[in-house]
């Protein structure tokens, strides 16, 4: 019943985009992304033309490291980007004047495309095990960082026992390989190529104790830009929900693997079997309300943070 809900409600975003928002002028975007599904509304946006019909050019960027995308928000060399909850939210804490246009992936305990991945011999396979391991994250402070502190610490687990390091999800396989490190948490499809490998073994799909339906990735950008192109950043959002609720008909998969794969460089054979992060485009204050406890659970906020102040209407 809720999946037919969450279809009828997407449904519906597609039918509100037959008559589209459009800015006034041709407006020019950079959008900034990370190698992951979660991204996958804002790619069959780009390909299916969704921007374009709305008089929006929007370049794909990739950027490596999530946790730099606030910086590069802040310094326009992107005018939208997909920080993870906790990196948008660190930087709000830090100053950083950055809303939430839309959501990107959701969290759900059918999606297991990403979890502790082991190096070969490690002798991880619990929470327990991590401690006085280095553990590589593909961002410090992003989602994967704080939830697997999240995990340990709900385990028993002192997370400041662990050593965390960053690292992008290219380089996950070869450092395990070099065993400069003991473990990544990592996402599909360096996740599933680690593994086929041989180079490691997953040793916990662990974030099935988060709620679902919370977003993995916000679409976020300036609140001065925001304001200087609201009919842009309008715009934005409502191909993203287009394009969300295109991700979500299953008629549809071929060329949502095929958006996908265009992106983040991913060969057919890798595609055809990898897990997609449900969409979520729009975004909820109760939503933000759950990484903000998260956050401050882990002594990761100086600031109090309204999260209703934060979601461009």
């Not at 992951?36 to 490291?65: C, Q, W």
């Not at 939208?80 to 246009?101: E, K, M, N, R």
């Not at 969290?107 to 280095?134: E, M, N, P, Y």
């Not at 990898?274 to 309300?289: D, E, F, H, L, R």
Request: overall charge positive; aromatic content about 8%; hydrophobic content about 50%.
């Amino acid at each position: 019943m809720r999946r037919r809900t969450a279809l009828a409600a997407l449904s519906a975003f597609a039918a509100a985009a037959a008559l589209p928002a459009r800015a006034e002028a041709s407006t020019k975007i950079v959008f900034g992304y990370t190698a992951v599904t979660d991204f996958a509304s804002v790619f069959v946006a780009a390909e299916e033309g969704y921007f374009a019909r709305r008089n929006i050019e929007v370049e794909l960027k990739f950027i490596p490291l999530n946790s730099t995308i606030p910086a590069a928000l802040q310094s326009d060399s992107l005018q939208i980007g997909g920080p993870t909850p906790s990196v948008l939210l660190q930087a709000v804490d830090g100053g950083l004047d950055l809303v939430v246009l839309a959501g990107g992936g959701v969290t759900s305990k059918a999606f297991t495309a990403f979890g502790l991945v082991a190096r070969a011999g490690s002798g991880i396979h619990g929470a327990a095990d991590c401690v006085g391991k280095k553990i590589g994250v593909p961002g410090l402070g992003a989602f994967l960082h704080v939830t697997l502190r999240a995990w340990l610490k709900q385990s028993g687990v002192d997370y400041k026992k662990v050593t965390f390091v960053e690292a992008a999800f290219p380089q996950h396989a070869d450092l395990l390989r070099g065993g400069s490190i003991d473990a990544v948490v990592t996402a599909d499809p360096f996740m599933s190529r680690i593994v086929d490998s041989g180079a490691g073994y997953v040793a916990s799909y662990y974030a099935t104790f988060l709620a679902d339906g919370n977003h993995t990735i916000y679409l976020a950008a300036k609140r001065e830009w925001v304001e200087k192109n609201l009919a842009a950043a309008k715009a934005f959002r409502e191909a993203v929900q287009e394009g969300a609720a295109f991700v979500q008909e299953p008629k549809n998969g071929d060329k949502v693997r095929a958006a996908i794969g265009r992106y983040i460089k991913l060969p057919p054979e890798v595609l055809a079997k990898m897990q997609i992060s449900p969409p979520g485009p729009t975004v909820s204050a109760k939503q933000v309300a759950y990484w903000l406890a998260m956050m401050k659970d882990q002594d990761m906020l100086k600031t109090s943070i309204d999260p209703a102040r934060l979601i461009v209407r």
